[in-house]
C-alpha cells in the first residue's frame, strides 16, 4: 500500500512557510565577504561565508553573491540545519539589511575550477537548502526565459534563490566534471528547494551531475522541489533511490553528443531495493538518452514506483543535442532489473521524440509486474516505435497523430491520427487542454492523489497532467509578513 499527502497541500507547505518567517531557530546571517565583527548576528556583523561546523535548529540566511564550493560536513546539536536565501519577505533581521545588495538576486555556489570538487557536497545528515521562492508552477523564478536556449535561466532568478552553477569547471578531460552540481555523499536526509541548477549540457565531460551512489536508504526524507535544472550532461539523479521530486523542470541533458554514457534524466541501480520513487507535478523538457526514467543493473529491485501529473515535451526535436530522444522508454526497466507496483497516470507527452516514448521493459531477464498505465496522453510521438509493455492494466490513454505503431489494445484507449491540437499554446509551452474532445475526454476514475491535476484542481473527464479549464495560475502565498525570531 502507497501512503501519500495530496500534492497540493506539498505545495501550500513549501511555498507558505519561507514567507512566514514564524520559527523558533536561532537566525543567522551569511554574505560572501562578511562584515564587522563576522559573528553572523545581524547584517552588520555577518558571517563571512558558512561556517565549517553548523549548529542543527538553526537557519543560516545567505545574501547575494557567488560562494565558491562548500561540504556540509560538520555540525553539532541535534535536529535539521536550514540554509535558507534570504528575500525581501524573509531575511532574518534587519538590522543592516540592503535589499538592493543583499535579496535581488541568487546566491551561488560554483564547482571547482578543475577536478572533482562539486558546489555542494552533502557529507551529514538532515540539511535543508532553501532558495526562499514563492512560484507555484514547476521550477522556480517564473519558468524558462527562453524557448530556445537552454542554457538560459529563469525568468526572475531571484525566486529560484540558491544556484550551483558547473560552468567554472573548465576540464577537458573525458569526465573531468562528474558531480558538478549536487554529490550527497554519504547524507540520506535532505530537502532542496527553489533552487537553480546550471550544468555543462556536455556527457562526455559531466557524467553525474547529481551524484547519491552510496546505498539507499527507504525511510530516509529524500525532497527535490521547486528546482530549476537546464542544460546538464548525463544521468542528471545518479542512484538517488527512495525520493520524491515535486513541482520541478528539468530541461535539456547531453547536449553535446556522447551515447555512450547514456543520457537519461534519472538512473538507479547497483543498490539495495528501493521502495518508493514519487515524481509528480513536473516538467521533463528535451531529455535524450535511454530514458527518462531508467532502473537497471545490479540487478535492480525496485517497487513503488509513482509517476503521475507530469508534462514529457521534446520541443525541438529536429536540433542535433535532442535527435537521439528516449531511446529506450519513458520509463524502462532493463538490463535484469525487477520492477513492481508501478502507477505511471495523467502524464502528458507533446512532441516526444525517440524509438520508445512511452513505459516499457526489455531484455528477457527483466521482470515487471502490477503494472498500471492509465489517463495518459500522446499526442505527436515523432519516431515512435512499439507499444506499451505493462504486465499490468493499461487503458483510457489517448495516442493521438503518434503513428500506427504506437497505439495499443486496451479498454478505453484511443488510437488516431487525425485529432485536433489538444493544447491551449504547444508553441509557447502551455500543455493546459484547449477544448472538452472526446479524443481525450474519458478518464477512468482514480483515488487520491491522482485525482488532482498538476494545477492543483480535480479532474473530472480528461486525461493527461490538467483538467479542462484548469487555473493556468495559482494564488501566491502572502508577502510581508513578520513574526518574532528567538
Known sequence: MRCFLPHLLL???????????????????????????????????????????????????????????????SASGTGWIEVRKAQTYDHCTNTGWNASTMGSSQARFTHSTTGMTPALNFAIDQVIVNGN??????????????????????????????????RTCTSTSTNGCDDTTLFTGSADNWKLLYMEWQGLGNAQQEQYPFNNRTGNNNSATRLIEHV?????????????????????YFWGNQRIEYPSNHGQYSYDGFENPIVGITEFNNVYRDIQGTAIWGIEDGPQVASNIDLYDNVITSTYPTLSWVRLGIQNGSLCCLNGSTCSNIYYVNNTHANVYGLRPMPRYQDSGTTTSNVTVENNLWYNAINAGDQINTNGTQD??????SGSTICTSGTGNVCTQTAPNPFANMSALDFMLASENADWSNRVSLGSPYSTDAAGDAFSTDRGAYQFGSATTQVNPPTGLTAAVN
Do not use: E, M
Open 11 to 73: 505545495a501550500v507547505v513549501f511555498t507558505i512557510l519561507p514567507a512566514t518567517t514564524a520559527h523558533s531557530q536561532t537566525c543567522l546571517v551569511v554574505t560572501p565577504t562578511g562584515s564587522g565583527s563576522k559573528t553572523g548576528a545581524d547584517w552588520n556583523n555577518a558571517y563571512a561565508g558558512l561556517p565549517a561546523t553548523l549548529v542543527r535548529g538553526d537557519i543560516y540566511y545567505l545574501a547575494d553573491g557567488t560562494y565558491g564550493q562548500y561540504s556540509f560536513s
Open 396 to 401: 483510457h490513454n489517448s495516442f493521438l497523430n
Open 133 to 166: 521562492g514563492q512560484y507555484t508552477g514547476a521550477g522556480c523564478g517564473g519558468g524558462p526565459s527562453s524557448a530556445t536556449d537552454v542554457t538560459q535561466g529563469p525568468v526572475n532568478p531571484a525566486d529560484c534563490g540558491i544556484k550551483t552553477d558547473a
Open 228 to 248: 530549476f535544472q537546464h542544460d546538464f550532461g548525463a544521468n542528471i539523479l545518479y542512484t538517488v533511490g527512495h525520493r520524491q521530486v515535486d513541482h520541478s
